[in-house]
């Protein structure tokens, strides 16, 4: 092997692994999901930024910030103690994620798609759409 063959392959080698840029966002999301399904609430708020803004069918206003996912997701796991999440679709185009994706429980199945926008590895924006049957919203 020639001095400038050693030096390329060396260097090869060397350099950072660069993921395609839309991977990062995706990687980002499914970890979020991950954590949904071991029921990690400390994994979960970790996937979001700490100014992260989550909107929600049965939200009756926009929730801001890490402890507001936390309480969310304390909430349906307390109602819903067996839930787990399939995810169906995912989509990434830069920064944004679509996820479409079902809910399971033993007493029911709920179709849902979130919109995601993830900004240096963290969630920043979370926007959930989904048929809550005419239920009021919850503050």
């Given at each position: ?135 009021p919203c919850t503050p």
């Amino acid at each position: 092997m020639t001095r400038i063959g050693a030096a390329v392959l060396a260097a090869t080698l060397a350099a950072p692994s660069l993921a395609p840029a839309a991977a990062l966002p995706r990687a980002a999301v499914e970890a979020k999901f991950a954590a949904v399904n071991r029921h990690d609430i400390d994994g979960i708020v970790a996937a979001y930024a700490p100014d992260a803004q989550v909107t929600a069918a049965d939200f009756c206003k926009p929730r801001q910030g890490r402890a507001d996912v936390e309480r969310t997701y304390r909430a349906i796991f307390a109602a819903v103690p067996d839930v787990q999440v399939e995810l169906t679709d995912v989509v990434a185009d830069g920064p944004r994620v679509a996820v479409r994706f079902v809910l399971h429980s033993k007493a029911f199945t709920v179709p849902i798609m979130n919109f995601f926008t993830v900004e240096n590895g963290l969630i920043t924006r979370d926007d959930g759409l989904f048929n809550n049957g005419g239920r009021p919203c919850t503050p």
